[in-house]
């Protein structure tokens, strides 16, 4: 009964932003990781950002150092990802990613288009 469910995405200019979120539930969410990737139409899927379970580490790919920002309210069961400075090659899918008992779960997926 996990279920983790993405928003946020749409179509912004290069030099924009976007929020993303995921709306997680079905498990013990302040107990657990919690990660987005992302995956451009062509090309693997990739580890963007994640966040330890308490919020207090995190990590982010080299291409979106300083640009993006991933955060998690517990009391709201939601994680999110702040993308400031967006460029075309951020064009992607969204996903949420978790790991409850050893087995992956991922979300829906967002679409992020940046573009002019």
């Known amino acids: 009964q996990v279920q983790l469910v993405e928003s946020g995405g749409g179509l912004v200019q290069p030099g924009g932003s976007l929020r993303l979120s995921c709306a997680a539930s079905?498990?013990?969410?302040?107990?657990?990781?919690m990660s987005w990737y992302r995956q451009a139409p062509g090309k693997e899927r990739e580890l963007v950002a994640s966040?330890?379970?308490?919020?207090?580490?995190?990590n982010y790919v080299d291409s979106v150092k300083g640009r993006f920002t991933i955060s998690r309210d517990n009391a709201k069961n939601t994680v999110n990802l702040q993308m400031d400075s967006l460029k075309p090659e951020d064009t992607a899918v969204y996903y949420c990613?978790?790991?409850?008992?050893?087995?992956?779960?991922w979300g829906q997926g967002t679409q992020v288009t940046v573009s002019s």
């Open positions: 990613r978790t790991n409850v008992r050893y087995i992956r779960y």
């Open positions: 079905g498990f013990i969410f302040s107990s657990y990781a």
């Open positions: 966040i330890n379970s308490s919020g207090g580490i995190t």
